[in-house]
């Protein structure tokens, strides 16, 4: 008969025992301090992006200081709904897409009203005479306006990031005018230059209220990222309720490093978005707001559960290993050590006893399952005299044990052939790994780890989990 025996538990009745995981996987939000500094620096990013805006229209304005008087006025009542626009983006940087589109629509209207008045005043003139003096000079006229808004765009304006293209064909449609012009066409050439201006100073409105919009979602952007980061660094390390003063549990040591992947990640994309030359355009900048930084606070929900889950766990194996110890005490043993696989309390937990009358041991190991947050239990004999009746009662006796703790234990059930005799020599088991994961803090951040010294502790009162299978 072999001897590792293994013993079934149903998934089942772990569910009863989540009370303490879920409680300490409820992630922290309410954060004060931090969130007042994210605010701090999301104020100040704002502020920055506003004096930079007047500062790029100031030069727009300076280099729109020749224009005609009737340009001029014209620009003045843009410039000074772009202003507005800047200033209500600095106060709340929330429904920029909103306010972008109701600038537009003003704009487009106040753009409309002066083509149709423009288009009046060509009649007029045409009717005159298309080459009439008068033409000649209105056309004249424009076509200066139209060459200082394209030399503004051109030296003041973003306008290859935010309008890609439109300058340059608008200045093939100068040369065109500068043409018919110099043909002697002036009075013909009078609609053509009324609508190359206003298209010019479209772009200008255009730009300006892009590169606006851009620097407000790239504000909300930062403010929502570094919510996240906040959030992670609140989150690293839990309190843990019922446990010694100071006992943390570490989520990133629990998740194998999961917690430190998404601090990199996050704080990659703080990076991205803090340079100047962030390369990301408006609509990756609304994804990061509505649908990225969400998605990491949901891999933090998951991450800190997990971690719980899985502390949670570890505990109950010591709490099994406990119950296991007492049972095969009844039945001559004296426990001898307690071990973690590689010292790490994520990995298998292992007690040991000897018989007191022949000197035979048992090895108990609760191995976490597949996912570590639920375990197996194997009963490993090591005799040199097998007596496969009394393993039988002994494993039964397990089975019984645990079932009046609650756990639907089934029969215990043989594994073919005898357990690794490795498994005996805790000092070798205990050993760690060749290049171990530095963990800070780690006496701290590790509820269990005196087990692996001491006899097993149940604590099944204060800790209960879910499982699968024991061994």
Known sequence: MSGAKVISVDAAAWRDAQASARDLAKVRRDMPRLLRQVERAARGDVERARREAAARQDGTDRALAGLSEQARRLEDETGRRLREHGERLAEGRREVAEQGERLAAEIARERAERRAGLAAVDARVGALRGE??????????LFGDARTMHDAIRDTLPHDRFAPGRLERLAARLDVARGNLEAHAAGYSLSQVQDLYLDLSELRADVERLALEW??????????????????????????????????LD???????????????????VDLVADPDCPLDAAELRALITETAPEHEGRLDALVERAAERIVASQLR?????????????????????????????????????????????????APDGDGSGFTLRILSYEDDP????????????????????????DPAEEGGEPDPALRDFDRLARPAAAP???ASAAASRPVASAAASRPVARQDEVRGRGAHER
């Open 132 to 141: 009439s003096d008068a033409a000649a000079a209105a056309a004249r006229r």
């Open 387 to 410: 007596d496969d009746a009394a393993r039988r009662e002994r494993s039964a006796a397990v089975s019984r044990a645990l079932r009046a703790e609650g756990l639907d234990a089934g």
């Open 437 to 439: 994961r530095p963990v």
């Open 318 to 366: 010591v709490n099994v290993a406990e119950q296991v110890v007492a049972v095969l005490e009844g039945q001559g043993f004296a426990w001898s050590g307690n071990t973690y696989a590689a010292g790490d309390e994520r990995r298998a937990f292992f007690s040991r006893l000897r018989h007191r009358a022949d000197g035979g041991e048992v090895v108990v190991e609760v």
């Open 251 to 269: 989520v990133d040591h629990w998740t194998d490093g999961g917690l430190a992947a998404l601090r990199d990640a996050v704080a990659r994309q």
């Open 215 to 248: 620097e407000a979602l790239r504000a909300e952007a930062l403010a929502a990222l570094r919510t996240v980061a906040a959030t992670i660094e609140d989150n690293a390390e839990r309190p843990i309720a019922e446990a010694d003063p100071g006992t943390v």
